[in-house]
């Protein structure tokens, strides 16, 4: 959520901000914000003023009751004041209560540097990161190898749960369980400290994290309760700082948390077919930083670079994207997709990504800093170190060998119980 004082100063701002986003149709909330603002300083001024009559009018009782003069007209005149307030003030919550229903729709403004494009299709690869190679022997889907070597059972989990649920058994629920040891550990190793948050959260910190439109779309609700189940520990951890004020000392806040992740996948292609790529259910290491708005992208940079070692040191090549402006959330100011490369598909897809929400999250939430003498709103950004089982699919394609077994890169080793390779090699 924008700040109030940059839409009254600089609405054309706003209205760009709008059209490079291609969310045309907002435009006119612009306008309606404006005319609902100028309606609730009216009555601010309205309400301020009826209280200094009151005040004034109390002095005035307390005077003339001193010097025994007659006060009942300003008795009279004092008992209605109240009234007028209470109206004038439920008239004024009710104007706040619609201009923060718009504001929650008005995307937060991109930063200067994000690429102007309508959609994920344009945007823009900033770097490689390793070699992508494809070997001269074929690569195994990875649904076929994890059945071949008993790793997983698909058909089962379908009759427990349905499409996009999974058994991970054996061998790959280890390497599944280490790929995520070693990621936490190397944030950890990175100065961040380790959290497991609730993995429930209640409506007012998912309506504070992320858009009504993402809501409906990923969050799973409770029946019956205020609680919807997290698609990313992301929500819970950055909701525990929810109207709290962070001393200066303690900033920058760097946490690492692990959760499971569930996530509604409508409209999304590809749960029909076998396999770990688009699930409901999977698991993360994700981190998140609270800092001085100013370091902000320091941050951002520092975040993203945090995954690709963590996917380099599994012998997974990856890169990034810069994403347009079309293809970011409306609370994000830039964001960074990592991707992983695919050998048996010969290209890269998407395994984590990188944002900079600015101060827009911290509005909707209340999370501000003290210090340097005053108060004011933290900067927050997310970031997937690692999500499993999708980097499973990186691990098993890049790490297959010749003779169908996987390589377990040195890195991963001692979460292994020291194994070099699992599967079943063929001779």
């Given amino acids: 959520m924008i700040d109030i004082k940059l839409l009254r100063e600089n609405p054309k701002l706003v209205k760009e901000n ?4 291609f969310q045309n149709d907002k435009l006119i909330l612009v306008d309606k914000v404006l005319k609902l603002d100028e309606e609730w300083r009216k009555l601010k001024n309205e309400e301020d003023k009826l209280r200094s009559s009151r005040n004034n009018i109390s002095k005035e009782i307390s005077e003339a009751k001193k010097q025994k003069k007659d006060v009942s007209k300003l008795l009279k005149q004092a008992k209605t004041i109240p009234e007028e307030i209470e109206k004038t003030e439920e008239k004024r919550k009710k104007l706040e209560t619609q201009i923060k229903e718009i504001m929650m729709v008005i995307p937060n403004i991109i930063d200067a540097s994000v690429p102007i494009g309508k959609d994920d299709s344009q945007n823009v690869e900033l770097k490689k990161f390793g070699k992508p190679e494809v070997p001269a022997y074929e690569i195994m889907h990875h649904s076929k190898l994890a059945e071949k070597n ?15 649920f999974y058994y991970i058994t054996g061998d790959l629920a280890l390497l599944h369980s280490a790929i995520l040891a070693f990621a936490r550990d190397y944030m950890v190793q990175q100065g961040f400290s380790y959290v497991i948050p ?8 998912v309506e504070g994290v992320m858009s009504f439109k993402e809501m409906d779309a990923m969050m799973y609700k409770i029946d019956g309760e205020d609680l919807y189940l997290i698609g990313t520990s992301e929500h819970s951890m950055i909701g525990r700082f929810i109207d709290k004020t962070i001393s200066g000392k ?28 688009r699930v409901h259910q999977f698991e993360k290491q994700e981190m998140i930083v609270i800092c001085e708005p100013e370091d902000s992208y320091k941050w951002y940079e520092k975040m993203w670079k945090y995954t690709v070692e963590v996917f380099e040191k599994m012998n997974i090549p990856v890169r990034t994207l810069e994403c347009c402006s079309g293809d970011l959330a409306d609370l994000k100011a830039k964001s960074v997709d ?14 984590g990504s990188c944002s900079n929400l600015t101060d827009a999250q911290a509005r909707r939430l209340n999370i501000r800093i003290e210090g340097k003498g005053k108060i004011y709103f933290a900067h927050t950004l997310n970031n997937t170190v690692l999500a499993s089982p999708r980097a499973l699919i990186a691990f098993l394609e890049n790490n297959q060998q010749k003779d169908g077994s996987i390589k377990i890169p040195t890195a991963l080793q001692p979460y292994m119980a020291g194994k070099k390779y699992i599967g079943k090699i063929t001779k």
């Fill in 18 to 21: 709008i059209k490079k986003k």
């Fill in 150 to 164: 008993e790793w997983a059972d698909f058909d089962s989990a379908r009759e427990t749960s349905g499409n996009g």
């Fill in 198 to 205: 609730p993995f429930m959260i209640r409506r007012k910190v």
């Fill in 250 to 277: 303690k900033i920058p806040l760097l946490l690492t948390s692990y959760s499971p992740c569930f996530r509604k996948e409508v409209g999304s292609h590809g749960l029909e077919e076998k396999g770990f790529y």
């Fill in 338 to 351: 990592v991707e992983a490369w695919s050998p048996r598909q010969k290209k890269y897809f998407e395994v």
